[in-house]
């Protein structure tokens, strides 16, 4: 079992808690071969490891925080740094704030980006 924690930054605590999707309704966790992210009623998705093909730091710079798709990727954060990309094949899917999704890339911000690299591609 691992456990980690969805990065927030300070600024972002204000926004994101009052709407849900602050630390207390976020987790990120490895278990029974899945790992399960979520950030309060805006994205959710249990993805097996079997099918995360590279697991990577972020060296891009974001411009937005919480929950968004575009660009082909789906990006949940709540900092500009510590992210970590997935690329997952086949695609996984996720329950989104706009019904359901298809993920075959995922952007989040973690605390200890190297322990989900890790977490992620022991195989």
């Not at 929950?67 to 690329?87: E, I, P, Q, Y």
């Not at 298809?102 to 992620?120: F, R, Y």
Request: hydrophobic residues 45%.
């Amino acid at each position: 079992l691992f456990r980690s924690e969805l990065r927030f930054d300070r600024w972002y605590l204000p926004l994101s808690v009052p709407l849900g999707l602050g630390p207390k309704n976020s987790e990120l966790r490895v278990e029974a071969g899945d790992l399960h992210v979520k950030m309060g009623w805006a994205f959710s998705a249990a993805i097996p490891l079997a099918s995360i093909k590279s697991a990577q730091p972020v060296e891009t710079r974001v411009y937005s925080a919480g929950v968004h798709h575009g660009f082909g990727r789906w990006l949940v954060n709540g900092s500009f740094k510590g992210l970590v990309k997935l690329t997952i094949e086949p695609a996984a899917q996720a329950k989104a704030w706009k019904g359901s999704a298809t993920v075959n890339e995922l952007w989040i911000s973690v605390t200890d980006p190297d322990a989900l690299i890790a977490a992620c591609t022991a195989k």
